[in-house]
């Protein structure tokens, strides 16, 4: 069955970096569009960023471009998202997904990323 | 980009249907037949419900039903069940290759 399982959040201090990961399984890794999602404590979802199948097209939202990088490997079957400048509005549960062309189809449970001093 | 508009919760009695209405603008929901819905639990990850617009993956009970007008999408609860008290979020395909979620909507079976 289609397995996605993220790692390496944790607690960081304002203008740290982190890479986060996202292992895959059960499905054709790298005939699929991914993407990462986040969830602010008690808040609603907001879209990160997605790839494509071969990193060729990718895209981030406002808030994070220039500052996170979306990036796959898919000998691997991983995605991967690194931060970098991190401040406490990047505080949140990140999802890695399936999809990304029009749809997110279906998720990870999450790795939580706090950003304190 | 701005979140589409949900209404923060909608409640009903089992059995009954409850629809939850998402609004966005032209280059979005309005621009685009990829508007998808998303059912979260407390403390779990989300879980597709409907994709474009009105079609279920499978597994989907027929319950779950989507559809859109203009600018507004809707996703309708019909025959209201205990397990389907959650969170819901629309989410939309917009200009520029980007996503934009809705505001989320609590549903409450009364």
């Known amino acids: 069955q289609v397995q996605l399982v993220e790692s390496g959040g944790g607690l960081v201090k304002p203008g740290e970096s982190l890479r986060l990961s996202c292992a895959t399984s059960g499905f054709p890794f790298s005939g699929y569009y991914m993407s990462w999602i986040r969830q602010a404590p008690g808040k609603g979802l907001e879209w990160v960023s997605s790839?494509?199948?071969?990193?060729?097209?990718?895209y981030y939202t406002d808030s994070v471009r220039g500052r996170f990088a979306i990036s796959r490997d898919n000998a691997k079957m991983s995605l991967y998202l690194q931060m970098t400048s991190l401040t406490a509005e990047d505080t949140a549960i990140y999802y890695c997904?399936?999809?990304?062309?029009?749809?997110?189809?279906?998720w990870g449970q999450g790795t939580l990323v706090t950003v304190s001093s | 980009q701005s979140a589409l508009t949900q209404p923060h919760s909608v409640s009903g009695s089992p059995g009954q249907s409850v629809t939850i209405p998402c609004t966005g603008i032209?280059?979005?929901?309005?621009?685009?037949?990829?508007v998808s819905w998303y059912q979260q639990h407390p403390g779990k990850a989300p879980k597709l419900m409907v994709f474009d617009v009105n079609k279920r993956p499978s597994g989907v009970p027929d319950r779950f039903s989507g559809s859109k007008s203009g600018n507004t999408a809707s996703l309708t609860i019909s025959g209201l069940q205990a397990e389907d008290e959650a969170d819901y979020y629309c989410c939309s395909f917009a200009a520029t290759n980007t996503f934009v979620f809705g505001t989320g909507t609590k549903v409450t079976v009364l």
């Open positions: 997904a399936r999809g990304g062309l029009t749809r997110f189809d279906f």
């Open positions: 032209s280059s979005d929901v309005g621009g685009y037949n990829y």
């Open positions: 790839i494509n199948k071969n990193s060729q097209t990718i």
